[in-house]
């Protein structure tokens, strides 16, 4: 049977949008240019000023903004960053791309992200950085990274693909290591129609630096300084990001909504729900639960016409491609292993309305 609940629907929020989305589409192609004019120049600002920093830099996706984000703080072969096993598998991709070596963590079991209090037995005298990742739109244990980071003198690269507008402590993420990385891959909190990436600094160097290496190593007068690649936000996605940028606030309250109905609705029942960190604001790019009949829970809801999903079922270090590539760190990934057979995505995006959705609790109770 085909699903009646996705569970997630870029094209729903196309169809919210729609109206203003044609309109940016027809502006940008009529009038040019295409390529980095000002649909970019305009969504950097404004990405910026979203995120209270100096500068934003768009590029072709989330892996790349990881990737030539690591590279303008020249990391690369010989390195070690530390993140987590448990992320998509993009997180780790990035920084093999460098010729770094990933190090992976184990995960806090109430948060799913980072376990700070077993970073520093993973770091040796190669670790360069560490790349927080704020899984599912939670938000990690920012303040206890910084002091790790700062004691080792390391870089924070926070990976935030799926945390557009999650709040720390009052900050929005991105703005509290050295660079926030963003991905704007459809299904995002803040998605595109397409690809794209972006990266968040309050590094004038690191901006400059960045500005090069998407295009070429290319300085303002089109002469290579450096190698480079090709990784550009392009006019239209900018264009659509733009009108998109000005809901996400009220797209991320839609989602904490539906958080909050699945919460009233599954209380009582056997599954693990979702726990918000205190002081802080999750904005529910993914709602996972935790159950141990997990595999007849996902067919029974695939029967009455639920499409769910598992992140990650294959955490990075069960990647057979980047075995060679990857270090775990000493402490093991025990929580990482033990939560991959009981973790279920369950449908969560802006337009979703859960109480079309009448039988959703017999369906759900285990
Ligand atoms: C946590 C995380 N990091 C990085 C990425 C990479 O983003 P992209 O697919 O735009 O390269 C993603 C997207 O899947 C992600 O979820």
């Known amino acids: 049977m085909s699903p009646k609940v996705f569970c997630s629907n870029p094209q729903a929020q196309f169809q919210s949008y729609k109206q203003e989305i044609l309109d940016a589409v027809t502006r940008v192609c009529e009038k040019g240019p295409y390529i980095l004019g000002l649909e970019v120049e305009t969504f950097e600002s404004e990405f910026a000023v979203y995120h209270n920093v100096k500068h934003c830099i768009g590029v072709g996706s989330g892996t790349d903004a990881l990737a030539l984000t690591m590279r303008a703080f020249n990391i690369g072969s010989g390195d070690e960053v530390i993140t987590v096993s448990h992320t998509a598998l993009a997180t780790a991709a990035a920084i093999v791309i460098t010729g770094a070596t990933p190090v992976l963590v184990d995960i806090e079991e109430d948060y799913y992200t980072i376990d700070s209090s077993k970073i520093e037995e993973a770091i040796t005298p190669r670790t ?105 936000l392009d006019e239209l996605q900018a264009a659509i990001l733009r009108i998109k940028l000005r809901y996400l606030g009220e797209d991320n309250l839609k989602r904490q909504e539906i958080a909050h109905q699945y919460k009233v609705l599954l209380d009582n029942s056997d599954l693990l729900l979702p726990t918000e960190r205190s002081d802080c604001q999750h904005v529910y790019h993914l709602y996972v639960v935790r159950s141990d009949d997990r595999d007849a829970l996902k067919s029974r809801l695939a029967q009455n016409g639920v499409e769910t999903s598992i992140h990650y079922s294959h955490p990075v270090h069960m990647h057979p491609g980047y075995l060679d590539k990857i270090k775990i760190s000493p402490g093991g990934l025990i929580v990482t292993e033990k939560i991959i057979e009981k973790i279920l995505t369950l449908p969560i995006y802006p337009e979703f309305d859960l109480k079309v959705f009448t039988n959703l609790k017999e369906v759900l109770s285990v």
């Open 128 to 232: 360069k950085a560490i790349i927080p990742v704020h899984l599912y739109g939670q938000p990690c244990d920012m303040d206890a990274i910084m002091t790790v980071s700062k004691k080792h003198d390391l870089i924070v690269i926070e990976d935030c693909a799926q945390a557009h507008g999650a709040l720390y402590k009052g900050s929005k993420v991105g703005n509290i290591g050295d660079a926030g990385c963003f991905s704007f891959y459809p299904t995002k909190n803040l998605g595109a129609i397409g690809d794209g990436g972006g990266v968040i600094t309050n590094n004038s160097q690191i901006n400059d630096r960045l500005r090069r290496l998407r295009q070429y190593g290319w300085d303002h007068s089109r002469i290579s300084q450096e190698p480079g690649v090709v990784s550009r």
